[in-house]
């Protein structure tokens, strides 16, 4: 939980990342087989001590009426003595998933490790839920029976429900005989590398051990949302990833003197002990490292400079650093505000968190303020009518204009309309909007991009029809719809030939598809050199010529469109039914809703324009066809040409630019020689003119020489 990430490291059964068990029950059995079948794993199959066990059950809310859970203390009575069996409040033993829904009593099951003669002098009854680090919670029975109603009232659900979790990391511990999840073989192996890299000694000092178990736990969380396609950066959940990476970051430089990137080499551990269960680990392990490390690289730049300033203020007087200073450290330094939380608090200090929410508040709100939008409210021109998208079949149609309001952006007024049928393609999935007109027997209205919102397609234009309600003729533009297309099926056969030529970790991280350029950008590691290029451009255009028949499904149910193998992107919604874009089955399957050619071969040719690196661990590519590719050729042929009479030698222009370089090297040499005697000369003839004015030698002359 985003709370506990600052106790991540400091305890020893924290994590930032974990694997849970479980077992779950819809509308089937309920608390005597729950709680049966958890007693017999834990005592049967894994052989743990029963002596060593405690269980609580619910003891009731009276504000909430609620009774104890008497059935499930009387199923544990089969099993334990009371002095085992504790009773729990609502905070540890009412489940409860939010303000409303499905919530019940829970019962937990937790273990004591603790040494014999530590048992000896204190039942584990004493430290259960009280944050010892050897008596944990390893299980948690949820029993869903009731539905917490928006008023706050609580009613029984017809039916019962059972869903159970336990901590993977702390089952280790218990059956490994460990006392800490640290000790289990969960982290060991990473906790060894890091030993190796750094040259210090697990169990030796307090701030060292903390650093390593922060270190290796974080890397796991990172590692693995890295696989699942959640790169870091500076939003949403990709700064959550960049926030724990940072920590662990700090962690290596102030305690482990880690000046230099060395987490990136964890990676190769982090495979073995989970690549298997993982495997998509164990496939995007170079790439996961990489990311790693570029971030690395990326935060070491500034952290030297932000632990100084960090330190300065937390060496004036006070006991706070204030909310400017904290902002100041995020937005300067790139420190998280728990980073700078924590570093306050080994000092003894405490930061102004009001302060910084509204310093953050502020940028936030200047950042909206610059791109504000202001609607007018809606005008109804015809019935409410579903919209129906027929782009796919049509390029124009007869429509009616539903509703329309101004909006004011940036100083700019324009109008949106609502119309159906409407061939126009929204914006969505990278592919930009349709351009075209509505037309009627009188008037022309440009239709300059549609957007969608919400589920609304929405078209602007720079004005509105007179009549409004009247039919109107829909139509796109329809060369730049074509370009557009060839754009987006050339964008999948790029996606395809990256993920054959550079590897199979390549997966989309974003897109651009306009009439004028394409632009992808993708996981990878490094930069694509000019060979890889070479061979991606050649293997698209390949395509392009075998002329492949576009497979378009529709309304495909998704699981069917996933046993076909079809790409699916990272962070997309997809509903239950799905469409479905192939250009041949063996090459290229993916989930899309955009626009497309009938066959490869009208996209025409394709180039690439440019390759570069937008983030840790993505590049992109920038590419052009069709027309936009011919036009790209002929210009840099017009400049080839150009550049061949430059050189004065029409068949190998690149040996005359090289030997027009080698004369104006050699002209400038002689031209500094000259200048040299120039001088030399000048100094020799103001020496002759001088003349001696009682005990000074006296020289004086007007000379035109170079500044160079």
Not at 36 to 44: F, I, K, S, Y
Not at 649 to 677: R, V
Request: proline share 3%; hydrophobic share 35%.
């Amino acid at each position: 939980k985003h709370n506990d990430l600052e106790e991540v490291g400091i305890d020893t059964y924290h994590h930032t990342m974990f694997e849970m068990l479980g077992n779950w029950s819809f509308g089937d059995y309920f608390k005597q087989e729950a709680i049966t079948w958890a007693w017999e794993l834990l005592t049967d199959k894994y052989k743990i001590d029963k002596n060593r066990i405690y269980v609580t059950y619910f003891e009731g809310d009276k504000t909430e009426n609620l009774m104890a859970d008497s059935e499930a203390q009387e199923i544990w009575r089969t099993f334990l003595s009371d002095k085992h069996i504790l009773p729990g409040n609502k905070k540890d033993n009412f489940w409860e998933m939010g303000d409303t829904g499905p919530c019940g009593p829970c019962s937990e099951i937790h273990i004591d490790l603790r040494d014999a003669d530590e048992i000896a002098k204190l039942s584990g009854a004493f430290l259960v839920n009280k944050s010892h680090p050897q008596v944990v919670e390893i299980w948690n029975l949820v029993f869903i029976q009731y539905n917490r109603k928006a008023n706050g009232t609580l009613e029984l659900l017809p039916n019962k429900h059972v869903d159970t979790g336990m901590g993977f990391e702390r089952l280790c511990m218990a059956l490994q005989g460990k006392k800490s999840n640290y000790d289990t073989d969960v982290f060991t192996p990473i906790i060894f590398r890091i030993e190796e890299l750094s040259g210090y000694i697990y169990g030796k000092n307090e701030k060292t051990d903390i650093a390593m178990r922060v270190i290796s736990d974080h890397v796991r969380a990172v590692g693995m949302s890295i696989a699942d396609g959640q790169l870091p950066s500076n939003t949403g959940s990709g700064y959550v990833i960049r926030r724990i990476l940072r920590r662990a970051i700090r962690y290596g430089y102030s305690f482990l003197n880690m000046k230099q990137p060395f987490i990136f080499k964890l990676t190769e551990e982090l495979t073995d002990t989970l690549g298997e269960a993982f495997p998509e680990l164990a496939k995007q392990s170079a790439f996961i490292a990489n990311v790693i490390r570029e971030e690395e690289q990326s935060f070491l730049r500034t952290l030297e400079n932000g632990l100084s300033r960090l330190k300065e203020l937390t060496s004036q007087s006070g006991s706070t650093i204030s909310g400017e200073r904290v902002f100041e450290l995020y937005d300067t330094f790139g420190f998280p505000v728990d980073l700078t939380r924590l570093i306050a608090a080994e000092h003894g200090m405490s930061i102004d968190e009001k302060g910084f929410e509204e310093k953050l508040k502020e940028q936030k709100e200047r950042s909206k303020a610059a791109g504000k939008m202001v609607a007018d409210d809606w005008i109804q021109a015809n019935p409410d009518t579903p919209i129906e998208f027929v782009g796919y079949d049509q390029t124009s149609t007869n429509c009616r204009i539903i509703k329309y309001r101004k909006v004011s952006y940036k100083n700019k007024e324009v109008f949106q309309l609502v119309i159906t049928p409407t061939p126009f393609y929204a914006e969505s999935g990278g592919q930009v909007g349709d351009k075209g007109w509505l037309k009627s027997a009188k008037e022309k209205i440009r239709i300059i991009d549609t957007i969608k919102e919400n589920d609304l397609i929405i078209h602007l234009s720079e004005a509105v029809p007179q009549n409004p309600e009247l039919s109107f003729e829909a139509s796109i533009d329809l060369h730049a719809r074509k370009l557009t297309a060839s754009n987006h099926s050339a964008t999948h056969l790029l996606h395809a030939t990256l993920r054959k030529i550079l590897g199979l970790h390549v997966e989309q991280r974003g897109s651009l598809v306009s009439p004028d350029y394409l632009r992808f950008d993708f996981s990878h590691h490094s930069k694509v050199s000019l060979e890889e290029l070479a061979e991606i451009e050649k293997l698209v255009n390949q395509k392009v010529r075998e002329n492949i028949l576009l497979d378009e499904k529709r309304d495909m149910p998704f699981d069917e469109a996933g046993k076909l193998g079809a790409m699916m992107l990272f962070g997309e919604k997809y509903g239950n039914k799905v469409r479905v874009i192939t250009f041949d089955p063996g090459f290229s399957i993916e989930l899309c809703g955009g626009t497309h050619v009938k066959a490869t071969g009208e996209i025409g040719y394709f180039k690439i324009l440019s390759e570069s690196s937008v983030a840790a661990g993505v590049r992109r590519i920038e590419a052009v066809t069709s027309d936009k590719a011919e036009a790209y050729i002929n210009e840099e042929l017009s400049l080839l040409q150009a550049l061949r009479q430059i050189a004065r030698n029409p068949k190998d222009p690149i040996k005359g630019i090289e030997q027009m370089i080698k004369e104006n090297e050699a002209l400038n040499q002689k031209l500094s020689q000259y200048k040299a005697l120039q001088l030399q000369d000048a100094k020799q003839h103001l020496i002759k003119s001088g003349e001696k004015i009682n005990d000074t030698f006296f020289i004086a002359m007007q000379v035109d020489i170079d500044a160079d």
